[in-house]
């Protein structure tokens, strides 16, 4: 399950890139995201006052303030600098690209904030899989597109609002529903993008099935699939897994635009892919020893194992 999970995961993730670049051509990055949210909103909040009414009986205030937080951070703050910066013109293969930095980031500071334990083959993996993203990173920036430098800085806001945001969720003692949490989120964003495209006079919807037919895209595969997906595994398998599975976006969102876009995908970026692949295998084989270790002790001492050391 764990391994299907991370399959519709990555593919589910990395459409959110190349929707982006579908809806990119007809609107601007505000209007995308405020007809992204506002309707889903819409449609969330309805089942919850409908369908749902149970799970939200034990959320608190400070639980739901802290859920707003989290969807402020890794929806609107992470997907407006995606958005933003391939409106610029950074291709969705490097947008995707500097976002794989994201785990050595989230693997460096599980350690000393979730207390979380990283074994060094963990850590091999890790550096591992940042090696494939910069063979594919300097393959891509071999091509010269005439996007402004300053662009691609964009991209990495967008990465540590999505740690941040993780930390956030990793650190709550309570656990929320995943459909309290997603609807929560997505009305934040929607409050948020609608706010920014009427102060902007970007509201209107273009008259284009082009720019309908990226929104579906986005709802259904990026918002429900990606997002949806990227916090049950956090929950399921902690964060250095889940973090090391983005750094798959990188290659997959490459493969992907140079099919659907004719963005340049070479042997050098086909290489970053095996080194990609291999760094996830190490990383998902490396936490056996502590598994059994923290087992071990639960079975010899009755002492319970923390959330993080199950890696929940």
Known sequence: MNFLLSIAFVICWSSGFIGAK????????????MWRFLPLAVILIAVAATVSRTSWRDLSVRDAARQAMIGMLSQSGYLLT???AIQLGVSSGTTALIDGVQPLVAGALAG???RQYVSRKQWL??????SGVVIVTLADAA??????????LIPFLGMFSLVAATFLESRSRTRVAPAVSLTVHCATSAVIFTALAVSTGAAKPPPELAFWAAIMWLVALSTFGGYGLYWLILRRSG???VNTLMFLMAPVT????????????????????GVCLAAVVIVHRGDAVPSARV????MDTGEAATPAERGA
């Open 143 to 152: 091509v010269g597109t005439g996007t402004a430098w300053w662009a691609y």
């Open 254 to 273: 490459a493969v992907w635009g140079a099919l659907m876009f004719g963005e340049t995908f070479g042997p050098q970026t086909a290489l970053g892919l």
């Open 112 to 114: 000393p904030l979730l």
């Open 125 to 130: 993996g890790l550096c591992l899989g940042v």
């Open 239 to 241: 964060v250095t897994k």
């Open 82 to 84: 995606v958005y933003y």
């Open 295 to 298: 087992r071990g002790r639960d």
């Open 22 to 33: 579908l809806g990119a051509g007809s609107a601007s990055a505000i209007t995308i995201l």
